[in-house]
């Protein structure tokens, strides 16, 4: 059974910065991509980062590009999140998964997943 745990989450002032963990069990991250997404209130979950199997090619939502980077520990099945020079339209929980593929934009829509953690709740003050 798949088990994700996000972590790392917290309250900061605009242009801070935070580092999300996703610790795996049940999988094992460098034999799938990986990626994150996050749901405002009252909003649809929605896609913020990839990561592909090999470990090196990335796929970012336009918001988000230039300001988070996604990376992974194999020695400890985790994936993370940089987040830098965060804005209060970044507030959301954060979520991460194992993506079912790369490349195409179907398998970076939250619809196509139907487990998930429970969250990291971030939140940034103006």
């Known amino acids: 059974q798949v088990q994700l745990v996000e972590s790392g989450g917290g309250s900061v002032q605009a242009g801070g910065s935070l580092r999300l963990s996703c610790a795996a069990s049940g999988r094992t991250f460098s034999d799938y991509a990986g990626g994150w997404f996050r749901q405002a209130p009252g909003k649809e979950r929605e896609f913020v980062a990839a990561?592909?199997?090999?470990?090196?090619?990335?796929n970012y939502a336009v918001s988000v590009k230039g300001r988070f980077t996604i990376s992974r520990d194999n020695a400890k099945n985790t994936l993370y999140l940089q987040m830098t020079g965060l804005k209060p339209e970044d507030t959301a929980v954060y979520y991460c998964?194992?993506?079912?593929?790369?490349?195409?934009?179907?398998?970076?829509?939250?619809?196509?997943?139907?487990?998930w953690g429970q969250g990291t709740q971030v939140t940034v003050s103006s």
């Open positions: 990561l592909k199997w090999d470990g090196v090619i990335t």
């Open positions: 998964n194992f993506l079912r593929g790369f490349g195409d934009w179907y398998f970076m829509s939250a619809n196509v997943y139907d487990s």
